[in-house]
Each structure stands twice: as structure tokens, then as C-alpha cells.
């Protein structure tokens, strides 16, 4: 039995997994039936369904940028479980929140001073909830894990992770707005009793710490104090920057599809399932190249191969757009269309290479700290990728803002992994150092 199968059949791990799975799948089942329904249903502009893409995306980053602080300060002084219980319950209410105002928006109901705003606030709430929980996934891991699983373990949350977004993705696609309505509902219950069922991860440290409220300055402190390890610190920037990467491509497909494709909603969801797809396979990959060994030793390389496959995926849409189809296509239609099979494998290249930089990276962050401060670690890292990706989100924005077409703003992406195989040769630079001289280094 390997370590990932054998990880599915405990209780210290398969609780959380599921879980996550749940909570992934819940997240993007509603986050992609709002922007869906918005893009096709009610906008009418390339322009401002390319603002509104962005708009949604950074709403949901902001409070990771706000909170991870308080997250990661509530994880390492409490108990990690007591937590994701707490958070699963919350979400039942958000998910109340949302599925009102996708019933509003379904039935015409006020659509822009009523539904809309529910759905944003629905949005940011789910944004809260994924900010507490964060930091938890990965640092409960070396809690409940051999330290030669954690590897294997942070994989398997992963894949896990982007085979629920996928799930979540293509039923947005597929379904009825109303009956995504109920679906979001759902799942936050069944979700909830699933997180009972996480075994209790008390805190290694001391518990009677006072919480510091003072977001600011509590996130510049958590920074601080993590960024002196160099592995961490340059694990942390090359996340970054790749979750910017990923924020400017996830904000383009739909406006994409609809506009550049001429594709329906369902076809923006393959592009999304495509996607996950990719990141699953790269996560899982990646641990058998490495064979369990945390190492960013692939990581330069994974990273150029997906600007390659970003350039080619740009090239590919400008041919596309080309000769464009004069009316919407259908899944079908659009599998049949000349380039559809190139444009879908260069989107999972992008997506497997990008999986197989990324995991290893988030495994630095657990497992070179002490496991008392592994929750404050996976929050700095979040507090970092945040402003990072809400950075690209603004980016986006203001590309569509001054006309530059939605293909042109692909190339931002490719150029911009090449900072990113920068930061990933210097990580591994960093990772050879300690080797050589295991005391921490300072920057």
C-alpha cells in the first residue's frame, strides 16, 4: 500500500480531506454559478464582464489579506479542529446569504440593488471562511502525519482541493441557477458533520497567548517573524507570484469563452475543469518525482514549461479568434471546432506544470518551522499571496479598463513566470545551503 492510498484509509487524515473537498466543492459550486449567471445573464460588455471577473476575485482574496493574522494566531493557540467545526457551521448562514440572492437573481428580482449585492457579500463571507481555514489544512498535517507523509499529504489536499473545484465547477456549468441555490445549502450541512469528525489537534504551543486584534500590526509582525528563514521566505514569494499568475488567468476564461470562444457557460466551465484537472494531476506527480522528499529541485523548470504552455495557449486564441464562430457553441460544438483539442491541452499543460511548481512549495512552509508555528507560517504565506493576487486582480482590472484584449493580457502571465522561476531557483538555492550548513540562516 503507498502513502497516499494508506493516508485514505485513517482517521487522522480522511476526515480533513473530505472536507476540504467539501468546502472546495461548495466554494467555486457557488462562486461560479454567481459569476456565470452575471457574465451571460445579465452584462452585456466585454469590458465590464472583464471588471466584474475582477471585482468578484478580489473581493474574495481581500479578507485573506485582512485576517490571515488573526487566522493564523486562532490556529496555533487553539484547538485546529474545534475551529474547522466553528467555521463549518458559519457557513451554513453564508451559504443562506448566497442562495438568497441567487434566487433573487434567477427570478429578476431586483437583480442590481438587491441580488447583486447579496451575492458579494456571500462572496466575501466565503472569502472569511476559506481565510480561517487556510492555514489550517496544511499545518494540522504534520500534526496528524509521519513527517514522510506530510508530503504525500499536502499532495493529496491538493489534488483533493482542485478535483472538488472541478466538481464544483462543471455542475455551475450545468445546472439551473435555483438549483445551484439549494445545492450550496446542502453541502454546508453535510459538510459540517463531516468536520465532527476531524480528531482533535490541540495547540503545541502556549494556548493562554493573548490574541493580538490589532490586524495591521499583528500581520506585519507574523511576516516578520517568518520571512527570516530563507526557505520559507523564498517558498512564500514564489507562491506568490504563482497565485498572481493564477489570479490574472482565472479572471480572463469566462470573459474568454463568451467573448473570444464565443462559447456557453458550460464551455467556460470546461475551461475551469480543465484547469483543476491539470493541478490535480501535477500535484500528484510531483511527490513521485520527488519520491517524498520536500525539494523545490523541479520547480524552475515547472514553471518555465507553463509560460510555454501560457504563450502557446495566447497563440492559439489569437488564431481562434481569427475565425470566430457568429454564434454561441455548445460543449459539443465546441469540441468539434477546428483547435478546440490544442486549446484545452495547452490549458492543462499550463495547469499540470503549474501543480507540480506549487505543491512542493507549500510543503516548505510546514515542515521547515516548528510545528507550533506552522499555522502562523501558512498565514504569512496567505497575508503575502493575497496582496499579491489582488495586485493582479487590479492588474486585470485595468487592463480591460484601457482596451488591451483579453489574449494580449495571457502574455502578462507568461513574462511573469519567468520572475517565478527566478524566485524557485533561489529557493532551491536556499534548500542546498541549509543542507550543507543546517543551522538557520538569516537573511
Not at 18 to 45: E, G, H, I, P, R
Not at 129 to 134: H, V
Not at 211 to 233: G, P
Request: with cysteine.
Amino acid at each position: 500500500m503507498t502513502t497516499t492510498t494508506h493516508l485514505l484509509h485513517r482517521r487522522r487524515f480522511l476526515p480533513l480531506f473530505v472536507t476540504q473537498l467539501f468546502n472546495a466543492f461548495n466554494d467555486n459550486l457557488y462562486k461560479n454559478a454567481m459569476v456565470l449567471f452575471v457574465v451571460y445573464q445579465v452584462y452585456n460588455s466585454p469590458s465590464t464582464e472583464g471588471i466584474f471577473s475582477a471585482v468578484a476575485s478580489g473581493l474574495f482574496i481581500l479578507p485573506f489579506f485582512v485576517l490571515s493574522a488573526l487566522a493564523g494566531q486562532l490556529a496555533d493557540m487553539r484547538d485546529k479542529a474545534a475551529i474547522i467545526r466553528t467555521v463549518k457551521a458559519c457557513e451554513i448562514i453564508l451559504m443562506l446569504i448566497g442562495a438568497a440572492g441567487l434566487y433573487l437573481a434567477w427570478n429578476g428580482i431586483a437583480v442590481n440593488e438587491v441580488a447583486i449585492p447579496l451575492l458579494m457579500l456571500a462572496l466575501f463571507l466565503t472569502g472569511v471562511q476559506s481565510t480561517f481555514l487556510g492555514p489550517i489544512k496544511y499545518a494540522i498535517l504534520p500534526q496528524h502525519l509521519k513527517k514522510d507523509e506530510v508530503l504525500a499529504g499536502t499532495g493529496l489536499v491538493e489534488a483533493g482541493t482542485y478535483i472538488a473545484i472541478l466538481a464544483g465547477t462543471i455542475l455551475a456549468g450545468w445546472i439551473d441557477v435555483k438549483y445551484a441555490a439549494a445545492g450550496i445549502i446542502i453541502t454546508a450541512i453535510i459538510g459540517y458533520f463531516v468536520s465532527r469528525q476531524v480528531p482533535d489537534a490541540p495547540p503545541l504551543g502556549n494556548a493562554e497567548s493573548k490574541l493580538d486584534w490589532h490586524l495591521i500590526r499583528a500581520s506585519k509582525n507574523l511576516i516578520s517573524e517568518t520571512m527570516h528563514n530563507r526557505e520559507v521566505f523564498y517558498a512564500i514569494l514564489a507562491i506568490s507570484f504563482f497565485w498572481t499568475i493564477g489570479a490574472v488567468l482565472f479572471i480572463q476564461f469566462v470573459p474568454l469563452a463568451k467573448n473570444v470562444i464565443m462559447a456557453e457557460p458550460a464551455v467556460a466551465s470546461l475551461f475551469l475543469v480543465t484547469f483543476s484537472i491539470g493541478v490535480a494531476i501535477g500535484s500528484v506527480s510531483i511527490n513521485k518525482l520527488l519520491k517524498g522528499k520536500v525539494s523545490a529541485k523541479y520547480a524552475p523548470v515547472s514553471v518555465i514549461v507553463m509560460g510555454l504552455f501560457v504563450v502557446a495557449f495566447y497563440f492559439v486564441t489569437r488564431l481562434w479568434a481569427a475565425d470566430q464562430p457568429t454564434e454561441l457553441l455548445g460543449v459539443a460544438e465546441f469540441l468539434a471546432w477546428p483547435m478546440a483539442t490544442f486549446l484545452l491541452l495547452c490549458l492543462l499543460g499550463i495547469a499540470v506544470a503549474g501543480g507540480m511548481f506549487v505543491v512542493p512549495l507549500y510543503a516548505f512552509l510546514t515542515t521547515r518551522v516548528a510545528p507550533e508555528q506552522a499555522a502562523r507560517t501558512i498565514a504569512a504565506n496567505n497575508i503575502v499571496n493575497s496582496g499579491a493576487m489582488v495586485v493582479g486582480s487590479l492588474a486585470a482590472m485595468l487592463l480591460n479598463v484601457i482596451g488591451l484584449s483579453i489574449p494580449e493580457q495571457l502574455l502578462l502571465s507568461a513574462a511573469m513566470c519567468l520572475v517565478s522561476a527566478w524566485l524557485g531557483q533561489r529557493l532551491y538555492k536556499a534548500e542546498q545551503d541549509a543542507a550543507d550548513a543546517p543551522i538557520e540562516m538569516e537573511i
